[in-house]
């Protein structure tokens, strides 16, 4: 009787596993993205590259001391620039350009990508911003960043028929300079987690005030000092070593 009872629950139970597999949608995990190179979070390689990405610019007042830095100590960045303040400000977007750095795709109106919004948003989000960069740099650059890191399949997908990757951060590198965490707390972030194909995410605009030119130059320095070169998404994306896209020596992967 009781091992009758024990088949009968394992039955179910496995009806109901299978009836959950089948009719909830796939979800995917990072290493899925990964290995499709459909999104990357940091690129395995070698050589002491590090990509620093400045998002939701660009700024008056922020982007030029940025700009500066990045000279003063020889840095190339990636800037993912929102497409309503790139109709402001586009003699920075040129400024950026000039200057040997690479402008990306951040959105018009920054909008977070979740569930509900409808294809046509996410595609006139894009799309725009791959237009006005267009006739402000005359250049394409591949690079897309959803705001807030928000991406699913509908979005990886029409990125793609723009033409875009969609490329995020390195976990171990998301500074949270977004919410003034204090200029050391940003600096220890990067520095005490900064190893071999990273990307960094900073931001040149912040709603109040911000802290994350002071923290560059505590940054910039330590990191060149330890023989680190910044570059662009671009530049580290042509050292990536291996097809797999996921770091082996990451030693804080893990799914979130
Ligand atoms: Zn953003």
Not at 55 to 68: A, H, I
Not at 233 to 247: C, D, F, I, P, R
Request: proline share 5%; net charge positive.
């Amino acid at each position: 009787m009781r091992t009758k009872l024990v088949w009968v629950l394992l039955f179910s139970l496995t009806g109901c596993m299978l009836l959950t597999a089948f009719s909830s949608p796939q979800k995917h995990d990072r290493r899925y993205y990964e290995s499709r190179g459909e999104v990357v979070w940091d690129v395995p390689m070698s050589e002491k590259l590090i990509a620093f990405t400045f998002d939701d610019g660009p700024n008056p007042e922020t982007t030029p001391q940025v700009l500066e830095l990045l000279k003063q100590y020889e840095a190339k960045a990636t800037f993912f620039v929102i497409g309503y303040r790139i109709d402001k400000y586009p003699d920075i977007v040129r400024r950026e350009i000039a200057e040997g750095h690479e402008v990306a795709n951040h959105t018009d109106n920054h909008i977070y990508f979740t569930r509900n919004v409808s294809e046509k948003t996410i595609a006139q989000e894009i799309g725009n911003v791959q237009q006005k960069l267009k006739q402000v740099t005359g250049q394409a650059c591949p690079w897309f960043r959803p705001p807030g890191g928000f991406y699913n399949d509908k979005v990886i997908r029409i990125a793609k028929q723009y033409g875009y990757k969609v490329i995020l951060w390195s976990w171990h590198q998301d500074s949270k300079d977004w919410k003034s965490p204090g200029v050391n707390h940003i600096a220890n972030k990067v520095l005490k987690n900064a190893r071999n194909g990273d990307i960094v995410l900073l931001h040149d605009h912040v709603e109040g005030s911000s802290q994350t030119v002071e923290a560059l130059k505590i940054i910039l320095p330590e990191l060149i000092e330890r023989g680190f070169r910044i570059v662009t998404v671009s530049e580290l994306m042509a050292h990536k070593v291996g097809q797999t896209g996921h770091n082996p020596n990451s030693f804080l992967y893990q799914e979130k």
